[in-house]
């Protein structure tokens, strides 16, 4: 069975700090892959990232960073130069590689950023 | 480009009254579709799922059934909703029979009930 812990429920930040959401996975499978997915105040789930198992390499999009890290099954998001905009709960989830494979969500962080 | 449009996007209904939320999905063809739940501050909970038209699969037992009557119509319904019923409603789609398997997402739906 695949499993997906976000063991931080709450993290809050000012304006400006650098903030790390931890995601830990379980899985059978050899070949998957991850996600984050980001829920604003509005409610609507923003996909941000796919990575997929075999390929390791970090990844960074403007002030967002992914560390993808297989030896420890994380796969952590970090938020450079935090801005009150970035207040959301972020979502990990995994998916098989089955096709129609479901994902696998983790109960969520919410991230304040206070200015 | 895809698009995914849910309604309506808030309700509040009374104890014991019936349901019907709705999900349709553009740009994209034979898609897979998903009904999940989001109680208050918890996560997600997948309800129904389904990968075409009259093929649903029940993730948890409850009072809820889904329906697909067309390609990319998803349909949520209760006959008689309880409190317990209140949440968020998400609505997904994602590619059939796709490598990835990365779902997309609606506006949700926020139900209250009375």
């Known amino acids: 069975a695949q499993k997906v812990t976000q063991a931080q429920t709450e993290i809050s930040v000012v304006e400006k700090e650098d903030v790390t959401l931890d995601c830990v996975y379980e899985t059978r499978d050899t070949t998957y892959y991850l996600f984050w997915y980001k829920q604003p105040p509005s409610g609507e789930l923003v996909f941000l990232i796919r990575?997929?198992?075999?390929?390791?390499q970090n990844e960074i999009s403007g002030r967002y960073s992914w560390n993808f890290q297989k030896s420890t099954s994380s796969f952590n998001f970090t938020i450079t130069a935090s801005q009150v905009v970035d207040s959301a709960v972020y979502f990990c989830a995994l998916s098989g590689s089955g096709a129609n494979s479901k994902l696998t969500f983790g109960k969520g962080i919410t991230l304040s950023v206070r200015p | 480009s895809q698009t995914i449009h849910q309604w309506p996007a808030t309700l509040v209904q009374p104890v014991g009254s019936p349901l019907s939320l709705e999900c349709t999905v553009e740009g994209t063809s034979n898609p897979n579709l998903y009904w999940y739940r989001q109680a208050a501050g918890r996560g997600l909970q997948l309800l129904f799922y389904?990968?075409?038209?009259?093929?649903i699969s029940s993730e948890v037992p409850q009072n809820l059934s889904a329906s697909r009557p067309q390609d990319r119509q998803f349909i949520l319904s209760s006959k008689k909703l309880l409190l317990s019923d209140s949440g968020f409603y998400l609505c997904?789609?994602?590619?059939?029979?796709?490598?990835?398997?990365?779902?997309?997402f609606g506006p949700g739906t926020r139900l209250t009930v009375l």
């Open positions: 997904a789609w994602s590619t059939s029979g796709g490598v990835y398997n990365e779902q997309f």
């Open positions: 990575r997929n198992s075999f390929d390791e």
């Open positions: 389904s990968v075409g038209i009259g093929q």
